[in-house]
């Protein structure tokens, strides 16, 4: 119940906004409070609020990532490349125009989250999915396919506090398992959406009998992908009426607990001046937080790296084999993507919550990394396998490297969010999602060059053809591996498990 205290010297009373359990304090009507209260009431896994986690997470990965099978393809029709080397030249600066707009508002983003909320920010986003994917889906030009996805990635902020949204929704035995299914749920929709734009992409050729070629489909050849995923965005929105909010809306010290003494001040003022505390005045800044700076540049090399990978494994998949890839269709690639999916699905619900536990998210990722290593140097002499070897050999390989890279970026949210208080987490979360959409920019374009310049030395006594991809890839692994060790990681004292 709230107490009543005398405000002045009179005899009238008034209900104070300030609840106690069990030694905590909660101020009735503010969001953030009620979680906290729920949190405390309820010490089980709160099923509800990772169920929103996940589907808002599949909403901003979903667009990401079903234009990469079909984007050979559409940019070979869109005939902006004049020979086939080129196309994946081309194609990378597709993918890099979403990541180049996210980069440019992901710390504005975060800001926005510690100060109106992280409900509002994420309503948002959606809806720039909805709106702007659906506009790529009906790009005829190569601007406009780099235009739209531009703005989707400049208005889609919401990314950086659903992770800071993961952590508050959650007692902190559940913090793993709720940034887990943030990098599950991605990961996730990075496999599903290929799969859709494997299939559902170039309708009217892979199913004639439903899709005529003078039909909208056919005249829009990748609309139907982008369709989907925005319809499944829609869905979404509709249902975060009922997500709730977790910003506190008062004043709170540096671990994330209500001050007591500036909560009381303003009912024993008989002018009603709040006082005010000095925490927001002594705010350690985000740029010399250390263990913070530190997990955000370890997770913007691995987010170039996998983001690298992603553009390079479906090109180099579909080309041909006389540039040194697999000749394989784009159903093909759906389907292996679809099967690293569902495991990604069981290893992250099943599986990462075991291992960290038992080998810390920093020493986890460590041996992920070293893992990556080996698994990368073997792709190329994948080339020399036949069917249905090399279909066994390549979903095999596919679902490891999937699973362990989802294993370092979970890590790597874990530290960013524990390094912070509460209302400074959507902005460290914002400034983390801007440094990696700068690399995440950076990597499909690079990739792409690579990739392009790779195909046309493929005789060259170096590491000739796709072999300099997958050699270059595991520098940047390698680079990542070694920031994962002291004295550049600096772990907050309470959480250094090594």
């Known amino acids: 119940m709230a107490e009543e205290r005398s405000a002045g010297g009179g005899g009238e009373t008034r209900t104070a906004p300030l609840l106690e359990k069990k030694g905590a304090y909660y101020v009735e009507g503010c969001p953030g409070c009620g979680v906290e209260r729920r949190k405390a009431a309820d010490a089980g896994i709160p099923y509800g609020s990772l169920v929103y986690i996940w589907v808002v997470i599949l909403c901003t990965a979903l667009p990401i990532s079903s234009l990469f099978p079909f984007l050979y393809f559409m940019i070979r029709d869109l005939n902006v490349a004049k020979r086939t080397e080129d196309i994946g030249f081309y194609a990378g600066f597709v993918g890099a125009s979403f990541m180049f707009g996210r980069c440019l508002t992901s710390t504005a983003w975060g800001i926005a989250a510690d100060r109106i909320g ?57 913090e793993a398992l709720a940034l887990s299914l943030v ?63 977790t910003l506190h809306k008062h004043k709170v010290n540096e671990n994330g607990n209500q001050c007591v003494e500036a909560l009381e001040a303003p009912l024993i003022d008989p002018k009603g001046n709040a006082v005010q505390s000095g925490n927001v005045d002594t705010k350690k800044s985000l740029f010399k937080n250390w263990p913070l700076m530190s997990s955000i540049i370890i997770y913007c090399v691995f987010s170039f790296h996998d983001m690298a990978y992603t553009e390079v494994f479906s090109l180099w998949a579909e080309s041909d084999r006389k540039y040194g890839g697999l000749s394989l269709s784009s159903e093909d690639v759906g389907q292996t993507l679809a099967i690293t999916g569902a495991s990604l699905l069981v290893y992250q619900l099943f599986m990462y919550p075991r291992i960290n536990k038992v080998l810390g998210h920093v020493r986890s ?55 912070v208080p509460q209302d400074q987490r959507g902005a460290a979360n914002g400034l983390a999602m801007t440094g990696m959409s700068f690399f995440k920019a950076v990597a499909p374009a690079g990739a792409g060059i690579v990739f392009s310049w790779a195909q046309k030395r493929q005789h060259a006594f170096f590491f000739p053809g796709d072999q300099m991809v997958f050699f270059l890839l595991n520098i940047v692994e ?21």
């Not at 003078?214 to 319809?231: A, E, I, K, Q, V």
Request: glycine fraction near 8%.
């Open 183 to 245: 990098s599950t749920a991605w990961g996730i929709g990075l496999i599903i959406g290929p799969a859709l734009g494997g299939y559902l992409a170039l309708p009217a050729e892979k199913y004639p009998s439903i899709f005529s070629p003078d039909s909208f489909f056919g005249r829009f050849p990748y609309f139907l992908p982008c369709l989907c995923t925005s319809m499944f965005a829609a869905v979404v929105l509709v249902s975060c009426i009922w997500m709730p909010e």
């Open 118 to 174: 992280r409900k509002p920010v994420i309503v948002f986003g959606i809806f720039s999915v909805v709106i702007f994917n659906t506009l790529f889906g009906l790009s005829v030009t190569y601007w406009m396919a780099i235009a739209t996805r531009f703005l989707l990635g400049a208005l889609n902020g919401l990314l950086g506090p659903i992770k800071a949204y993961a952590i508050e929704v959650c007692r902190p035995e559940h």
């Open 365 to 419: 990722s460590q041996i992920a990394a070293v893992l990556c290593i080996p698994i990368l140097f073997a792709y190329p002499y994948m080339t020399y396998l036949s069917e249905p070897g090399l279909s066994i050999v390549l979903n095999i390989a596919s679902v490891i490297k999937n699973n362990l890279g989802v294993t370092i970026i979970t890590g790597t949210f874990i530290l960013q969010n524990n390094a």
């Open 478 to 498: 390698l680079l990542g591996l070694v920031l994962t060790f002291k004295p550049f990681l600096a772990v907050p004292e309470q959480y250094d498990r090594n």
